[in-house]
């Protein structure tokens, strides 16, 4: 048995009580656990602890019938982010960023801890944001960044100076919406054209 951190990507059904649980490793990039009895045992899987976004222990054992595939057996809750789910437009920003992780994560990434350590700090400001598309500003700049493949532009600059939190405080208290809605627009193209490229690539 081992014990990961993770953030919960996705969970697809796998057979009447069981769920492929999709996860971003601390330590490791992106794995999928089979979890037996997830959708029945509330001793091990209770109080949707398995909900995307969620940071969570899983302790999990090797597979004997599939090397690629480790069995969770246990899931311990650390931090629910529970504000983004007071929003519509909080939940589908964080559920679109979990997407897009998922979409271009490879599993045994030495740079997970980086990406692993943004998705928290963009669901902890997305919590108390008043702009959610700030915070989707942000993250992408900062995503394209620790990617390796942004396509620079003096602006950015003060979204990749400063912590996405103190990012979006500046903004949301120091400039008009008309001035970073210009920004998103970029960001989400810039985005749009790696995520794009990355499947292409899958």
Do not use: C
């Not at 769920?19 to 601390?26: K, S, T």
């Not at 330590?27 to 029945?40: E, I, T």
């Not at 090397?67 to 007071?86: C, P």
């Not at 979409?103 to 990406?115: F, N, P, W, Y």
């Amino acid at each position: 048995m081992s014990v990961v951190r993770a953030i919960i990507l996705r969970n697809v059904k796998y057979s009447e009580g069981d769920l492929i649980v999709q996860a971003f490793l601390l330590d490791g990039g992106k794995k999928s656990f089979l979890a037996r009895g997830a959708l029945k045992s509330r001793k091990r899987f209770g109080g949707g602890v398995l909900e995307a976004t969620h940071i969570v222990d899983l302790i999990t054992s090797e597979s004997q019938k599939d090397k690629n595939l480790a069995t969770l057996q246990e899931a311990r809750l650390i931090e629910s982010f529970e504000g983004l789910r007071t929003s519509y437009d909080k939940l589908d920003l964080s559920l679109r960023i979990l997407a897009d992780v998922n979409k271009v994560g490879q599993e045994g990434d030495v740079h997970s801890a980086d990406l692993f350590n943004l998705l928290g700090h963009t669901f902890k400001a997305l919590e108390t944001s008043q702009h959610p598309l700030l915070v989707e500003v942000a993250f992408n700049l900062k995503f394209l960044h620790q990617q390796g493949i942004l396509d620079f532009r003096e602006w950015m600059r003060v979204y990749l100076q400063a912590p996405i939190r103190d990012v979006v405080q500046y903004f949301e208290t120091e400039a008009k919406p008309e001035e970073w809605s210009t920004h998103l627009h970029e960001a989400r193209v810039q985005l749009r054209e790696y995520v794009q490229s990355a499947e292409g690539r899958g």
